[in-house]
């Protein structure tokens, strides 16, 4: 062969030769897994590991939320407020990601950052139906803490009190990403029995 019909064949072969590849590389992987689902979800992973910094807080139904009392459990710490669209549109993603690992271990919190208060936020919440636990941080003093930024930013603590994961902005927290991160992460130091 020469010429043009050479380039067209060579062309040909490169193509059903990157496609095989493709294949083999892609049946390496069990169906519907997820390579790094950190990775997928864009998470920021802490440099070195560090105990997530403890706090005390007034919650939504009166009572207080303590980050020590859920000590042994994996906890979803998320920031964010009324005012927020990018907040309210992860807000139902996580109320599904809490209904389905609440038994295995997961605590999802959601700290709002209003100013106003439960004033604001306890409409909201119940014109939402969200189930779980709502802390109120009218003066930002936990996002101080946590160093945030900007809202929502959401950090995952594991079950020895770890900050594991860091996500700014809003995320598919039930998509096969997130449910493949929490698996593991629900696995990761779970006491054997």
């Known amino acids: 062969m020469e010429g043009e019909d050479a380039h067209v064949y060579s062309g040909s072969m490169w193509l059903l030769v990157s496609r095989v590849l493709l294949l083999l590389a892609c049946s390496t992987l069990p169906a519907g897994a997820v390579e790094d689902p950190a990775h997928a979800l864009d998470l920021i992973k802490p440099n070195r590991?560090?105990?997530?910094?403890?706090?005390?807080?007034?919650?939504?139904?009166?009572?207080?939320l303590n980050l020590a009392d859920f000590k042994g459990k994996v906890v979803f710490l998320n920031l964010w407020a009324t005012w927020c669209g990018p907040?309210?549109?992860?807000?139902?993603?996580m109320e599904r990601l809490w209904q389905r690992y609440k038994g295995e271990g997961l605590v999802v919190i959601a700290l709002s950052m209003d100013s106003g208060g439960a004033k604001i936020v306890k409409p909201y919440i119940e014109q939402a139906k969200y189930t779980y636990p709502?802390?109120?941080?009218?003066?930002?003093?936990?996002?101080?803490?946590?160093?945030?930024?900007?809202?929502?930013?959401?950090?995952?603590i594991d079950r020895n009190g770890a900050l594991r994961a860091i996500a700014l902005g809003p995320r598919d927290w039930d998509g096969r990403a997130s449910f493949a991160f929490f698996d593991a992460l629900l696995k990761d130091g779970k006491p054997r029995g």
């Open 87 to 93: 907040c309210k549109e992860e807000m139902p993603a």
């Open 134 to 156: 709502i802390g109120l941080d009218p003066k930002m003093e936990i996002a101080q803490l946590y160093g945030a930024h900007s809202v929502p930013s959401t950090f995952i």
């Open 49 to 64: 590991q560090q105990q997530a910094k403890d706090f005390k807080i007034a919650a939504l139904d009166g009572g207080r």
